[in-house]
């Protein structure tokens, strides 16, 4: 697998898959590893538990942290009885707003290019109360039992303010237009109200999905410790370098002061960057002079680390009765709170999904008294889609069309809303070869026509979409190192490794570009000294290490060359006639023509060759329309006494350009169908309208998806490479969730002819 087929050399091709350029040959799978399925490198540490995560790592003298967590919505706290906490057994300190050090509000994300904060609120700074659930107090302790039963001891009295908890106060409060990183979600093209109110049939319906908790297996921790002035963080993230940069600005750091390291996350989706714990912690090390362990307990991930906010989605389709589209309208409202940025953008899938001349596509929102909210896998998407793709179920309903046929009947031949040409859009021959997998054609096309006893059986489709992104600033260090008469490569990227297999995605594409074998590769990431910043996403973080590695491969042949001298067989050759292959360098046009790396170093006398390049910019993201996509097609029983709903079959058919490693890659796959299947089904946090509590913070009352409720999920693709980017991949991290809700809900209309538009489908909603 990894030293076989070693097939005829391409030429490389410097930056050439920027706009207007011919793929990277890395796509001609040269080496045979893009594309070979790869099992994870750090499985084995993984399964045998030798892989340290975040709350494992051990400090000398550490202290443990507890957090108390405030109780009204609003307001100040107007007294503190710490007395019996303070005496409690193996407390060190009791930190509140009165005696934690000074510090700087972290900046919120998208207010500037480094910033990770969920809220630009002051952490625990102050006497006042923003949410229900703000952590209000740090206990430390000589063990975790210790600090978590003084905790229990602390008690508060607040003054309350006026704060709005309910829904409908939210809105009578005011209604804003929504902007996401700072732009307005809003797309006028043509007229859509009149092209609706002149259309043959019309669907025009309000969609609602419920807020969302972040419930990654691992749950939120830091270990901390202040070393010669600077501070050490072993962390669990998905950012980083930014994360490390905010840190540093609230403590008053230089950058180069705050080391953070995450070598392994148990589950991010979103959820694992900078958040209340790590600050504390870090301040609580800093007052008691001690390294900190903080660890947040299940329900302390419902209190303080953000999820997905509830949506209200207006979709409205005019169409022909031959199902042209007249008019798409996709509007709605999103809740966050007055100190984030983050509205659910329930809009962004709809900019490029279908071919109506006719587009209002808007997201207002108001401002509750809530925890704030974040990114949750496929922000915006995971949600629009259930809208959407349910209003197109229902358009088919109405006019009596296969809704496959109706959304091919809507294929777009450019981005209907930016007019830009797709890079790479497959999703026809996606939908055909999904629907010859699953069988489609034995769907019933009335609702309620397959029965099996008390069971009512249906089929139901949707289409998913995730954008192509590649954020600027991905960097990579190649070091190569003699290692005997051989050589090994020491790849190191600022990026980070959720467990969907990025580490070893990376080892894959730099044995790859560098004509070495996977096991001379070691990859090194999740440390916030190695040059460059990418982060885990925006599904986007493998676009970047690849375009990183490709320029810091570029940069390690020209190094290399120099080296060669007067008496290589490569004497005289610039970097654009020579390729790696099989451990070295050969000519282009003369492939005999190459010497290996070890003798290039070995002749130059030198033990090691280290380079450092950065990516090009992400140019193609100006050029095209940039999407991964899906079509989704879901079984489902329905039990006509209970309600009971259960998924019995599912398929993903996906186009996502090139699959680097379809190992990893079926996996990441299948957890975001497994996710969806949570948003569609089960998933929702109750949200006390009285008081602002979270009242369900634990794994007994929130649900998702266990084994028994996930069938075998089949996934396909179309494997078709995308000229424009890097290594002819688009992202596959948030792909999967987007669109299986409105699959599952389509299927238990098309069982049962109930079309439920509030998630999640819940019995009480079909009986
Ligand atoms: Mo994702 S919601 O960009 O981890």
Redesign the pocket.
């Known amino acids: 697998l990894v030293q076989g087929a070693m097939a005829k050399l391409v030429p490389l091709a410097p930056d050439s898959w920027i706009p207007g350029g011919v793929p990277d040959p890395l796509i001609a799978r040269k080496h045979g590893l893009i594309g070979a399925p790869v099992s994870r490198l750090d499985g084995a540490l993984k399964v045998k538990g030798a892989a340290r995560f975040a709350a494992e790592f051990v400090f000398d003298d550490m202290a443990y942290a507890a957090l108390a967590y405030a109780t009204i919505p609003r307001g100040r706290i107007a007294g503190i009885d710490a007395a019996a906490a303070e005496a409690a057994p193996g407390v060190v300190l009791v930190m509140t707003h009165r005696n934690a050090p000074r510090m700087n509000t972290p900046g919120v994300f998208g207010s500037s290019p480094t910033a990770v904060g969920p809220a630009d609120l002051p952490i625990l700074q102050d006497d006042r109360i923003h949410w229900n659930g703000q952590p209000i107090a740090v206990v430390l302790a000589e063990t975790q039992e210790q600090a978590d039963h003084a905790a229990s001891l602390l008690c508060f009295t607040y003054e309350a303010d006026p704060s709005t908890t309910t829904l409908a106060g939210a809105k009578a409060d005011g209604i804003e237009q929504g902007l996401f990183m700072g732009q307005p979600l809003l797309n006028e093209i043509g007229d859509a109200d009149a092209a609706l109110a002149a259309a043959p049939h019309r669907v025009d319906n309000l969609y609602r999905t419920p807020r969302h908790t972040h419930n990654p297996i691992e749950p939120h921790a830091a270990t901390i410790a202040w070393i010669d002035g600077g501070l050490v963080l072993h962390d669990a993230s998905?950012m980083v370098t930014q994360q490390a940069q905010t840190i540093a600005d609230v403590f008053d750091l230089e950058t180069d002061q705050v080391r953070l390291s995450s070598p392994y996350v148990g589950g991010?989706?979103?959820s694992k960057g900078l958040w209340d714990h790590q600050i504390l912690g870090a301040a609580a090390a800093k007052l008691s002079g001690r390294p900190v362990r903080i660890t947040l307990s299940r329900e302390g991930v419902y209190r303080i680390v953000g999820g997905r906010t509830l949506t209200e989605q207006r979709v409205a389709l005019g169409a022909q009765a031959d199902g042209t589209l007249d008019a798409l309208i996709h509007t709605g409202l999103s809740i966050m709170t007055p100190h984030n940025n983050m509205p659910e953008p329930f809009i962004l899938g709809s900019r490029a999904a279908y071919a109506a001349p006719n587009i209002t596509l808007q997201v207002n929102v108001a401002k509750m008294t809530m925890l704030a909210n974040t990114?949750?896998?496929?922000?915006g998407e995971s949600v629009g889609t259930f809208a959407l793709e349910s209003a197109i179920d229902e358009l088919a309903v109405d006019l009596g069309m296969d809704p496959i046929a109706l959304r091919i009947r809507n294929e777009p031949d450019k981005d209907p809303t930016s007019g830009l040409p797709f890079s790479s859009r497959h999703i026809v021959e996606a939908w055909r070869a999904g629907a010859e997998r699953f069988g489609w054609a034995e769907r019933s096309a009335v609702p309620g026509g397959r029965t099996d006893g008390e069971w009512q059986i249906g089929m139901g489709c949707a289409t998913g979409t995730y954008p192509y992104y590649r954020m600027p600033g991905a960097a990579a260090r190649i070091t190569l190192i003699r290692d005997g008469g051989d050589v090994r490569a020491k790849v190191e990227v600022a990026a980070a490794e959720m467990g969907m297999g990025t580490s070893t995605t990376t080892a894959i594409v730099a044995a790859e570009r560098l004509g070495l074998p996977l096991d001379r590769i070691e990859v090194g990431y999740g440390d916030s000294l190695i040059p460059g910043a990418i982060m885990?996403?925006?599904?986007q973080q493998t676009a970047a290490i690849g375009a990183a590695v490709i320029a810091a491969h570029n940069a390690l042949v020209a190094e290399l060359l120099k080296l060669a001298g007067n008496d290589s067989p490569l004497a005289g050759l610039s970097p654009d006639d020579v390729g790696s292959e099989d451990g070295g360098l050969a000519r282009l046009d003369d492939p005999a023509m190459r010497e290996s790396y070890a003798s290039i170093l070995a002749r130059a006398r030198r033990d090691d060759l280290e380079v450092t390049a950065e990516a090009s910019p992400p140019l193609e993201l100006m050029h095209w329309s940039m999407h991964s996509h899906s079509a989704i097609f879901c079984e489902v029983r329905v039990n006509s006494v209970t309600g009971e709903t259960r998924v019995s079959r599912i398929l993903g058919s996906f186009d996502c350009g090139r699959i680097l490693n379809p190992k990893t890659a079926r996996s990441q796959f299948r957890g975001g169908i497994i996710m969806g299947l949570g948003m569609a089904l089960m998933e929702e946090t109750q949200f006390d309208e009285r008081n602002g509590r979270i009242m369900n913070p634990s794994l007994a009352e929130y649900h998702v998806p266990v084994h028994l409720d996930v069938p075998e999920i089949d996934v396909i693709w179309t494997d078709i490479a995308d000229p424009h980017t890097p290594m002819g991949a688009h992202g596959i991290?948030?792909i999967g969730i987007t669109g299986v809700a409105a699959a599952v809900a389509n299927a238990v209309y098309n069982a049962t002819g109930k079309r439920i538009r509030d998630l999640p489908i819940t019995l009480d909603k079909l009986l």
Do not use: H, I, K, T
Not at 375 to 379: D, G, K, L, N, V
């Open positions: 998905q991010g989706f979103g990114f949750m896998r496929a922000p885990a996403g925006g599904s991290g948030e």
